[in-house]
């Protein structure tokens, strides 16, 4: 699949998910998107550059497995309202230009009758 395609059905695979398990798609959600970088200075960088974006938090830290690093970029939207693909789009272009790779999202399960739960979904783009 195109990387452009691959994201242009980003929103729609996350409402799926979300939906599925449950969760008010219309109510703000906290999200992590997840990117492997192989430079610490770049992940950085690329954290930097989130944070500068709107991203609420970015945390850099080693990658759990081999010498990579791991940036994990947080960010409260309301699924059904956000514009999921142009997200997923930044994310992947934030992480080629350092040579890194956007490699899945998590978001809390939100209920229609408290707005956090304690599970979450956690979802790797295809």
Request: hydrophobic share 35%.
């Amino acid at each position: 699949m195109e990387p452009s395609s691959r994201f242009m059905t980003f929103k729609k695979e996350v409402l799926e998910q979300l939906r599925t398990n449950g969760s008010a798609v219309g109510k703000p959600h906290r999200f992590e998107f997840y990117l492997y970088i192989p430079r610490k200075d770049y992940a950085q960088k690329a954290a930097a550059k989130m944070v500068k974006s709107g991203f609420s938090h970015a945390k850099v830290s080693r990658a759990a497995s081999g010498s990579g690093w791991l940036c994990v970029a947080q960010k409260t939207l309301v699924p059904k309202k956000a514009d999921l693909d142009d997200n997923a789009r930044f994310l992947n272009e934030v992480a080629a230009a350092v040579g890194g790779d956007f490699d899945g999202w998590e978001a809390e399960l939100v209920t229609e009758r408290k707005n956090k739960s304690n599970q979450h979904l956690q979802e790797t783009p295809r």
